[in-house]
Each structure stands twice: as C-alpha cells, then as structure tokens.
C-alpha cells in the first residue's frame, strides 16, 4: 500500500498554471490528488502562477510576484510571475503560456532536486516547461494529458491550421516521446496518441472524478436560492467555465424554447471569457428565465449545487470533444444530481449510460436540449430514479483512486525504494 512507513516519501516537482483558489478542472485534479500524496508522506511542490483564471484578473489578497512561497494542506506551492490574459483569443492568451513557462522553469532550477517532475495540460506549455527541468535536472518527466492541446483550440476556432500549428504539433509528439511515463484523462486520448505512433506501453489512463466527502446530498441554499431568484424554480444548473469549448450560447436557445414554463429556470455559475457576452445575449433576448451566478470559492461549490434539480454538463459540437470527461459531472453525482449531458457522443456519455445517472442529447441541439429539461421536469419519478442512480454512482469515480492510480506511475519512473 502506497504511504507505508517503510517506504521513503517521493520528492514530487508538479507544474500546473492553475491551482486553488482558481477552481476550474485543473487546479482541482492536481490539488485533490496532491493532497493525498501529501497525506501519505511524500513531499509535493506545486511550480504554478497567482491566482487569476478565467478573467485574467488577479485574486483579491494575491500579487503577481517572481516568486511567492505558501503552504496549502501540507503543500508547497510557489507561485511565479506570469503575464495575465483572459482565457480568450490566441496571442495574449499565448504571452500568458509562455510567461509561466518561462517563469516555472527559472523557478525550478532553484528547488530542491526531487525524484520526479510533472506537469499537466491544459495549458501545454507548461509541459514543454516540465520536460525541460526533468531534461536539466537530470530526472524523469511524467506528462499528464488534460487536453488533446493544440487540436482542442483549433476545435474552439481559437487559431487556425498553419505552419505554427504544424510545428507545435511536431513539439507535442516531442514531448510524450521524451516523457519518462504519459498519464491520459480518458481512454481516447491514450488511442489517440497510439494511432499517432507513442508507445502504448508508456500511456496510463487515470480518468478524472470526485473527493466524495467534499460533497453530498443536501437541501437547497435558502439564502442563495432567494437572492438569485430561484426559491421556487425547478432548475437546471450549470456551474463551470464559461468558455469556448462549452458551447453556452446554445443553452439561452433551449432557454428560449422554454420561455412559455415559468416554473423552469437555468442558472450558469462560473466565470470565463464568454461570460460577459451569454449576459449580454441573455438581456438582449429578454430571458428571465436564466440566472447567471458569479464565480465561487472552492468550499462553495456545494452550496452552489444544491440550488440545482438537475447538473447540466455541455460541450461543443467538435469531434475532438467526444474525447472529453468533464470533471465536473462528478461533483455533479456526489451531490446526488441526476446529470443533462449535452456533448459529442464519446467517453463521458458512455460513462452516463454505464452509470444510469441521467440523460444524454446531442451537443448544440437546442431543441433536444429543451425536449429533455421538459421530460425531467414533468417526470419526478424518473427525475428521481436518475439522482439515486447518480449518486450510487459516484464512489466509483474517487479521486483517492486516482491518486493512487497515479502516485503509482510517478513511483515506477522516479525509482522509490524501500
């Protein structure tokens, strides 16, 4: 069993450029399992930046410094320079990539040696940051893949096909040749990069999930319910980014199809660069029935769930997002939610059907959309039978597992002993 005490702690170097207080995919993945590695003895540095996705904007009570050194839960995070840029558009959004890459690696040269050195896309740059101080330092690199970067920001429309795209393609393939050991999110991603010639017996598949003790059934937020004006609305939430990749605008037109049934309300929670322009579209139509929510901390995603009747999971209509497994759909289960996927058919949706805890429409379909907030809202006993389901569901999905899952590989390439 990994933590044993007559197994020594690995010294572990991560790069992520998002890390809590931030609470997107990311930030959340690496500091559940991190604090797991920590709990079980082995000494964890966190390479990332302040604190400022989506917007672009950094957090109250933070500065953007060269180098800033906090404890978080047994911890070591220190947090570099970096040039902030919305998570929007290609060449600022690029500066910023770059700038943490830069920034992480000058910082890396003055920890520590570990054993190990990791990084996690998106964004790849810091991958390209952690296989050269593994290169450096002269120990192996793991590359956790998030994202199927850069083929996810051509799917968005964030850049184009080009001799760039081509060279950063080259330097991707690059990078999980050079890697000591390559960790996929999904199965997909792991068939993608063998059609592409990586080795498969490099690839390990740790698919994202859940701390279920962070979460659980609970009534809803009386407090929050009133003062977003949905105490007694039957209401289909989604809480995430606000991003290129999901697609939102597609929900204010099955919010349009709906408008006719005061009793059903949408709520978007986050933040990201579409925000401003959904609030915008949303006012422009006149849609009282949607409620956008600022974005919370981490301790508040709970309360934020609980003013859900149903967790809606969306994507865009790209090939390259069957790939996908939204985190989120997770939290989502703990709560006890019965899941809305409206996405590509792929590996989440497979996971849906498996788990028999909630329905599935095809991705930008507003009327499909609409078709099935009105079944589940007419139907409580189904509405029911798919929250039981989901919620039995999801210690399946335990991020402890996969914490396990990949301390395991980080041991294998950084040679622990006994």
Not at 217 to 238: H, I, M, N, Q, T
Not at 268 to 288: N, Q, S, W
């Amino acid at each position: 069993m990994i933590g044993q005490s007559d197994r020594r702690g690995m010294k572990i170097l991560f790069l992520t450029e998002n890390f809590p207080p931030e609470t997107n995919a990311a930030a959340t993945r690496v500091y559940e399992r991190a604090c797991y590695w920590a709990k079980w003895g082995h000494q964890v540095t966190v390479l990332t930046s302040a604190p400022n996705f989506p917007e672009g904007r950094l957090y109250p009570g933070y500065e953007n410094r060269w180098r800033q050194v906090e404890d978080m839960d047994g911890l070591r995070v220190v947090r570099v320079k970096t040039y902030m840029a919305a998570n929007r558009g290609t060449v600022k959004r690029m500066l910023d990539f770059l700038s943490f890459m830069a920034s992480a690696f000058g910082a890396g040269l003055f920890e520590h040696r570990p054993d190990v050195v990791a990084a996690t896309s998106p964004q790849f740059f810091a991958a390209v940051g952690g296989w050269a101080l593994g290169w450096v330092r002269r120990v192996p690199f793991v590359f956790e893949l998030g994202d199927l970067w850069p083929a996810s920001i051509v799917a968005v429309g964030a850049m184009r096909p080009s001799f760039g795209l081509r060279m950063m393609e080259k330097l991707e393939l690059f990078l999980y040749r050079r890697s000591a050991a390559v960790v996929a999110l999904t199965h997909a991603f792991k068939q993608n990069l063998v059609g592409r010639g990586i080795d498969a017996d490099k690839i390990n598949v740790v698919i994202n999930g859940v701390d279920t003790w962070r979460y659980g059934p609970r009534d809803r937020d009386a407090d929050l319910a009133s003062s977003a004006g949905l105490a007694d609305k039957f209401v289909v939430g989604y809480v995430g980014t606000h991003g290129m990749a999901h697609a939102l605008s597609n929900v204010l037109d099955a919010a349009e199809r709906l408008a006719d049934n005061p009793a059903i309300a949408f709520m978007l929670a986050g933040g990201g660069a579409e925000r401003d322009d959904l609030v915008a579209d949303a006012k422009r139509r006149g849609l009282t029935n949607v409620v956008f929510l600022v974005r919370q901390p981490k301790d508040r995603m709970p309360v934020v769930w609980s003013l859900c009747d149903v967790a809606l999971v969306h994507l865009k209509n790209s090939d390259v997002f069957r790939d996908v497994i939204p985190s989120k759909m997770f939290e989502a289960m703990a709560m006890g939610l019965p899941l809305l996927m409206a996405s590509p058919a792929g590996e989440a949706s497979d996971i849906l059907a498996a788990d028999g805890a909630g329905l599935h429409v095809p991705a930008e379909d507003p009327e499909a959309l609409a078709d099935a907030v009105r079944q589940l809202h007419d139907d409580p006993a189904q509405l029911a039978r798919l929250a039981a389901a989901s919620l039995k569901a999801a210690p399946g999905h335990s991020r402890e597992t996969q914490a396990r899952d990949m301390i395991s590989v980080l041991q294998r390439v950084g040679g622990e002993t006994s």
